[in-house]
């Protein structure tokens, strides 16, 4: 029973989540200034993740299959209900009180909009024509403005990035590509009137932070001072002036890569980068030894959206993106998207373990 | 349907497959990319970032707290705080801090004194805590340098709160001042404490009730540009004021005190009996604090360490004199505390020698006095009989009496440094001389003379102790503390040590008769001050030898230098019977008690308990000069 339980695991993938965990509260004990009770609470979520991730990983990917529209479904209803009854948290709806405990729908379509397209898509035959694209588009575009309403761009951006990474797998004609690529760059400045004032400045000081240095630009302007001073070498564990004097915000959660880098330095980062790339490039191999269509589609749309977060995360702490609240996977301290990131990992390792011996 | 599809899965898989090839390049692409910016941030960047790191735009400004203020008995401001422009600077702002300061001086004019405690408070603490570079600016310099602001970096103008006394030298021995923190001071304050604060408590009251006066400093959060200008505020802590000083001296008092002085160098303490409070705690001659709050010039100091009046010298506290004859009146209760009869007489004759010797020790009356008993010992103030005395109790019983009441200790005043006075004993000889002890030297102690000395403040207390009959009370120059414009103030309440133990109360009532009569009496020594007196009052003089006087020769004012005259010196309380006050004078070099401290003892005493005088009274009258 037990064997059959960890048959059911990853070994390269599990050993380089375990090392980013430890990672994790490594950098947390700092960044807290060695709050050990923060710590506790970390380790705790990284326990239950992995737990969620073993329980996945044991469902078959028919099983999962199965069950994407009615994932997608819930999650759609827990959305609009976030709209109607939600509490408002940190200025924004985006939490829904179940009693117990909070809970943010926006993180089920993380994993439900992927589902979901790769299920439609999968019921047609590929590559994808008008009809299968407008329905596909439809299930990305929905929760993406429910999200938007909330609301929080950052999760909004990463809904969107899963469906429209599942849509690209799918085999989306590069025509296809280029007229939304268009499509896109036209509906930007309507966008932008559709855009809260404080996402606005954020993008703007995108191009300059400097430009805003006390306002907008202030949180990147102190990242990047953190990332630079680090040097090759890193001042050291718990040494990091702009992290321990509390100059960069949000240390412990969105900015928690400024921090590692100022105390580990280049070569710290370039571990992470490579440990992050491990385990999408584990993720895409996955997807590519796939046995089916939909394997294949959620695999390489959860891998690709896995490096989505790392791309985006470390581009906003480097000053390359602007910033959105996009945590670094398993890193940062938080609850939610632990879960749900943990769920996709799990998926990845029920895809792999699930093969059958197929005669050639 | 016509145009059906058949789901061809090779072709799929294909398709999804190569879309995955293309994705792991985009992806390993993206990481070089990442690789890249972190390579351009943390090597190439690396001295710029780690150069804004040191210099971040977010700082802490401690904001000091008010000091509390001092007010006197009547409630007037001793001590108080004034906005002041000061010139600061955060020195980690300042690249050339040398070429900024010759900019500066080309504006403001920076003495040597100003530049050198500048370079000190650098040295003191960390970079980006602020320093003041000069304060007192007068409007003309802050409009001048408000026009150049541009041209100097890190400099900003603030309004500051400084100290300021301003009764100025009339309080300085009570008070003291504050001045800038040196490094000395730091290394034995809690320099967390004194953030953003740039001034301590020196000497006197503020030095004493230093914790008291501080308070907490508070801090803000700031935001600056680039040329550490603050732009906004992000977060404050607020300072907590220090506590306000309720004194017991009385300034009018005080002030009148050291006027009735004159020209004397000397000491006046005034005491309320009853609680310890200090009236008046006066010392001629006085000096300005207020130079000294951003440090005196080296000139000024010198003069007034060279002054031949030695302003510096609190002689209140610190002045150690003789006490001469005002310690009869304690002689005369260590007689019968030794079971001596005070009806016992002596035959004073004029001198005084130890069995088998020749020396004579004179009394300050030729002619002697005649049969004397205690009473009259003590009212003529006859030396012969408290030399007999002496030499009949011995060295240790003497030693051992005086310092009951006091002497020879410290009183415990709310003071830092007092001197603990001497009350020799052959103890003491042995070890502070390595010498045998004398039977002379008994015979002088009888009279308060030789190695004996006291303070102002001693006799004071002791004459307050008397006063009370034997109740010991520390002396106290604060009365009450209370928090910044509160109503209700914290009394600090007397501070009693101890009843003197002592075998009959009622000996009080032979001594206390004496001192009566001393300014009373139709014989005493001090009746010319008694004269005319509203109230009775008891008193005592003393005279204390300056230089020794040869065998044989006589003492004559005129024949000796004015610094090596007879000191006078004066106690007394009042009223006799229901003591409000209890006064201790000492005029250096005055000649007699009885002809120049007496006469000051009453006016103090007339003006505390009748009120100020209305105009200036004549000279009193030049005779008796006893001691």
Known sequence: MLRNFFRHLDPPLCLSLIVLSGLSLVVLYSSSGENMELLYKQAIRIAIGFLILFSVAQLSP????????????????????????????????????????????AEIMKLGVPMMVAWVLTRHPLPLRLRELAIAAAIVGGPTILVILQPDLG???????????????????????????????????????????????RILTLFDPWSDPLGAGYHTIQSIIAVGSGGANGKGWLNGSQSQLEFIPERSTDFIFAVFSEEFGFIGAVLMVCLYFF??????????SAQDTFSRLIGGALSLTFFFYVFVNIGMVSGLLPVVGVPLPLVSYGGTSMVTLMAGLGMLMSIHTHRKLMPQ | MVNIRIKDYVRETNLIQSRLVISSIIVALLCLVLLGRLYYLQIQQHSHYSTLSR???????????ARGQIYDRKGRVIAENLPTYTLEVVPDNVPDMDAALDQIAQLIELSDTDIKRFNAALRARPGFEIRTLKSGLTEEEVARFAVNQHLINGFQINARLQRHYPFGPEMVH??????????????????????????????????HYERTLLGQSGYEQVETNAHGRVVRTLSRVSPVAGKDIYLNVDVDLQTAAREYLGEFEGAIVAVDPGTGGVLAFASNPVYDPNPF???????????????????????????????????????????MEDRRSPFERVFGKGWFSLR??????????????????????????????????????????????????????????????EPSGLVPSKEWKRNARGQPWWPGETVIAGIGQGYTLATPLQLAMVTATLANRGVRNKPRLVRAVGDSGATKLQELGPQTIEQVPIRNQKMYDVVIEAMVDVVHGKRGTARRSGQGAEYRFAGKTGTAQVVGIKQGATYKEENVAKRFRDHALFISFAPADNPKIAVAVIAENGGGGSRTAAPIARKVMDYYLIGPPPPPEEEPGKEDDAA
Not at chain 1, 64 to 86: A, C, D, K, T
Not at chain 2, 299 to 328: F, M, V, W
Request: one cysteine or more; aromatic letters at 10%; charged letters at 20%.
């Open chain 1, 62 to 105: 028919e099983t999962l299959q199965r069950w994407s529209p009615y994932v997608f479904s819930v999650g759609l209803i827990l959305l609009s209900m976030v709209l109607l009854v939600g509490i408002v948290g940190k200025g924004a709806q985006r939490w829904l009180n179940l009693g117990l405990f909070r809970f943010q729908p």
């Open chain 1, 155 to 201: 999760t909004a951006i990463l809904i969107a990035a899963a469906g429209v990474l599942a849509i690209f797998l799918a085999g989306i004609g590069w025509r296809w590509i280029l007229v939304l690529t268009a499509a896109l760059g036209a509906a930007g400045p309507l966008l932008w009137t559709m855009l809260h004032d404080y996402q606005r400045r």
């Open chain 1, 279 to 288: 385990v999408v490039a584990r993720g895409l191999y996955i997807a590519f």
């Open chain 2, 55 to 65: 210099e971040n735009r977010i700082s802490f400004v401690p904001i000091p707290p």
């Open chain 2, 174 to 207: 009570v008070v003291g001042y504050v001045g800038r923190i040196s490094e000395a001071d730091l290394e034995r304050i809690d320099r967390n404490a004194y953030r953003g604060t740039d001034y301590i408590g020196k000497l006197g009251i503020e030095a």
């Open chain 2, 293 to 335: 709050v951003n440090g005196i010039d080296n000139k000024s100091y010198q003069l007034l360490r060279e002054d031949k009046g030695r302003p510096l010298l609190n002689r209140a506290l610190n002045g150690r004199y003789a006490p001469g004859s005002t310690i009869k009146p304690i002689m005369g209760l260590a007689a």
């Open chain 2, 356 to 417: 088998g010797s020749t020396h004579r020790y004179r009394c300050w009356k030729k002619e002697g006095h005649g049969w004397v008993d205690l009473h009259d010992a003590i009212v003529q103030s006859c030396d012969v009989y408290f030399y007999t005395l002496a030499n009949n109790l011995g060295i240790e019983k003497l030693h051992e009496f005086l310092t009951r009441y006091g002497l020879g200790r410290e009183t415990g005043i709310d003071l830092d440094g």
